[in-house]
């Protein structure tokens, strides 16, 4: 079992930035893919990044490409957000996710969750 935790979500005004942040405890070593999700009122969760520790690659969406940064700290068994230029259509609720085997944008193929972190970006 992989617990996951996120902080760092707020208010914040379209243009700025917000770093999130997911702590892992438990088995953590079994699952290193980790992934931030979002889900805003009405809509399906979505993908938006993934960092695999074996290896340190990394894949976007799109619609964040250029403007968040997922990275992680191994020794702190965290994974870190870094949004910037945050539109009003990035808010939601930001999730975090683990899984054992490589990146994946599916939201069925990661077990383990965190509570999500509310993320609003006013215009």
């Known amino acids: 079992q992989v617990q996951l935790v996120e902080s760092g979500g707020g208010l914040v005004q379209a243009g700025g930035s917000l770093r999130l942040a997911c702590a892992a405890s438990?088995?953590?070593?079994?699952?290193?893919?980790r992934a931030w999700f979002r889900q805003a009122p009405g809509n399906e969760r979505a993908f938006v990044a993934a960092?695999?520790?074996?290896?340190?690659?990394?894949t976007y969406a799109d619609s964040v490409k250029g403007r968040f940064t997922i990275a992680g700290d191994i020794a702190k068994n965290t994974v870190y957000l870094q949004m910037n230029s945050l539109k009003p259509e990035d808010t939601a609720v930001y999730y975090c996710?683990?899984?054992?085997?490589?990146?994946?944008?599916?939201?069925?193929?990661?077990?383990?969750w965190g509570q999500g972190t509310q993320v609003t970006v006013s215009s």
């Open positions: 438990g088995r953590t070593l079994s699952s290193p893919t």
């Open positions: 996710a683990a899984r054992s085997f490589g990146s994946s944008r599916s939201t069925g193929d990661y077990p383990y």
């Open positions: 960092i695999n520790w074996v290896g340190g690659s990394t």
